[in-house]
């Protein structure tokens, strides 16, 4: 008799966890509106409308090499998000990416968007394409594609991705705790 590992997910009521939102901020150089929208997407945790015009000012009248300017979009992003606006958020994302396809942290940015939305699918593919990438932000990456593959009902992929996430980084709590909800179970086949 032959037997068959799955995964058996036991999600506890009002258990809900959210994506690992907009931490992948990008560095632009000195003393330039870019730089102040990045130090804005840094610690502005609410995403001020401040912030946000900081944002669009770098963009609309500082003359940016790609780089930067790709960068700026990114972080507007994040802001966006933070103040939950998803749409324009993504905006800003695919705006980065017109500039910069390989550029990870827009992709694990605008998954983690994706998932607010509630497109799963495209949010796999937009952390999986970070993943791909080697984004710096490893961790997050996969945590979040966990939460796009449970909200598609891949518990099998989701749980690889939560336990990856938490052996990279083991002081986070939220993949060990999204971990405790699975129970692996043997089945005869």
Known sequence: ME?????????????????????????VGEN????DCYMKA?????????SIKACERALAYEPLDKKDRAATQVNMGILLMRRGNYEKSLMAYNGALDINQDLAEAHINRG????FLKRYDAAVSALSRSIELDTQHMPD????????????????LAYK?????????????????????????????
């Open 112 to 115: 983690a968007c994706l998932i």
């Open 161 to 189: 991705d939560f336990k990856r996430a938490a052996e990279l980084r083991p002081d986070w709590v939220l993949p060990t705790r999204a971990l405790e909800n699975y129970q692996i179970v043997t089945k005869a086949k």
């Open 42 to 50: 840094k610690l502005d945790e609410r995403g001020r409308r401040s």
């Open 32 to 35: 330039s509106k870019a730089r």
């Open 141 to 156: 990456a996969l945590f979040n594609r966990a939460i796009a593959y449970e909200s598609l009902g891949k518990s099998s």
């Open 3 to 27: 037997s068959k590992i799955f995964l058996s997910v036991t999600l506890l009521i009002g258990t809900f966890f959210w994506p690992s939102t907009a931490k992948a901020q990008i560095v």
